[in-house]
């Protein structure tokens, strides 16, 4: 199936510590993105890679780190994990920049205990 | 940056009516689009319409970007249109900024 992919789906973790959140998307898009979406729904970007580089780098703290190695993949790395990172991280794709249709990966709900 | 206002913020339909949901925004866009969010968390795309009118089955979009202004129409709705709506929005070089979403409940 064509689609946007994330791994894994939740994410249960103590306070202090290290995580990573794996997506990859098979149509060919050229850009992707994290968004954060918190407990009251509200969708923030984090980051948005064209292409393998780095093009939007919102205000998150640099516990957060994405990677790309490939177009096809952008994973992100979580340190020393906080109460507050709780909530559920959307990866997402489009065609080219901003100004083509979003899709989205079914999310990670990350909850930090 | 651009600002999204979407309205009402929760919706209580009965199975069959119609329902108009309103996104307005505070600046010229260059990209709308409409999103739902299942009760299961998955975020689909409904429409991408920086401009004008598409319909895709019982759903139907209009984007009047001179009045700064989108709307979702939902026709016969079923209990399956439950969810979060969400409008977002571009204006210039920079990514989708979305509303806080319209809650919809579609009760049998």
């Known amino acids: 199936d064509t689609a946007v992919s994330q791994t894994p789906k939740y994410l249960v973790t103590q306070m202090g510590n290290d995580k990573s959140i794996k997506c990859e998307q098979n149509?060919?898009?050229?850009?992707m993105y994290w968004y954060k979406q918190d407990s009251k729904k509200f969708l923030k970007i984090m980051f948005s890679?064209?292409?393998?580089?780095?093009?939007i780098n919102e205000t998150v703290p640099n516990r957060f780190s994405p990677k790309s190695p490939d177009k096809a993949h952008l994973n992100l790395h979580i340190n020393s994990l906080e109460l507050g990172d709780s909530a559920v991280y959307f990866c997402?794709?489009?065609?080219?920049?901003?100004?083509?249709?979003?899709?989205f990966g079914n999310g990670t709900r990350l909850t930090v205990t | 940056g651009i600002q999204v206002e979407q309205s009402p913020p929760d919706l209580i339909l009965q199975e069959g009516a119609n329902s108009t949901l309103r996104c307005n925004f505070s600046?010229?866009?260059?990209?709308l689009q409409w999103f739902h969010q299942n009760p299961w968390g998955q975020l689909i795309n409904l429409f991408y319409?920086?401009?004008g009118t598409k319909q895709n089955g019982r759903l139907s979009a209009t984007t009047v970007a001179t009045e700064r202004y989108s709307s979702l129409y939902i026709s016969s709705s079923q209990t399956t249109d439950s969810g979060v709506y969400f409008c977002?929005?571009?204006?210039?070089?920079?990514?989708?900024?979305f509303g806080k979403g319209t809650r919809l409940s579609v009760i049998a």
């Open positions: 997402a794709s489009s065609r080219f920049s901003y100004n083509s249709p979003l899709h």
């Open positions: 149509l060919g898009h050229d850009t």
């Open positions: 890679y064209n292409n393998k580089e780095l093009i």
């Open positions: 600046d010229s866009v260059n990209n």
């Open positions: 319409i920086p401009s």
């Open positions: 977002a929005a571009v204006s210039g070089n920079t990514p989708l900024v």
